[in-house]
């Protein structure tokens, strides 16, 4: 199994910047993928961006693209998403996810609120 700590949270004004970061332990020789979902209030968890190892890539949300970036740290086996231009509507809860050949692991999650 994998545990997840996530930190970077906050609340900021429209069109500033966040870097969330997600902090693996456990089996990570295991981890295939590592990405991003958020909820908002009343809504369903929806993807925003995830990295795979190997082969490397990147996939974003549609409402995200151009403005989030995802990386990872392979030393320190940590995943971030550096979050630009922010949007109310990226308010909500930020959730990390790690997915292996037999398991998805899920963060506490990490609130960002964006207000105008």
């Known amino acids: 199994q994998v545990q997840l700590v996530e930190s970077g949270g906050g609340a900021v004004q429209p069109g500033e910047s966040l870097r969330l970061s997600c902090a693996a332990s456990?089996?990570?020789?295991?981890?295939?993928?590592m990405g991003w979902y958020r909820q908002a209030p009343g809504e369903q968890r929806e993807l925003v961006a995830t990295?795979?190892?190997?082969?490397?890539?990147?996939f974003y949300g549609d409402s995200v693209l151009g403005r989030f970036t995802i990386s990872r740290d392979n030393a320190k086996n940590t995943v971030h998403l550096q979050m630009n231009s922010l949007k109310p509507e990226d308010t909500a809860v930020y959730y990390c996810?790690?997915?292996?050949?037999?398991?998805?692991?899920w963060g506490q999650g990490t609130q960002v609120t964006v207000f105008s």
């Open positions: 456990g089996n990570i020789r295991s981890i295939v993928v």
């Open positions: 990295i795979r190892t190997s082969p490397s890539s990147t």
């Open positions: 996810q790690v997915v292996g050949a037999s398991f998805t692991s």
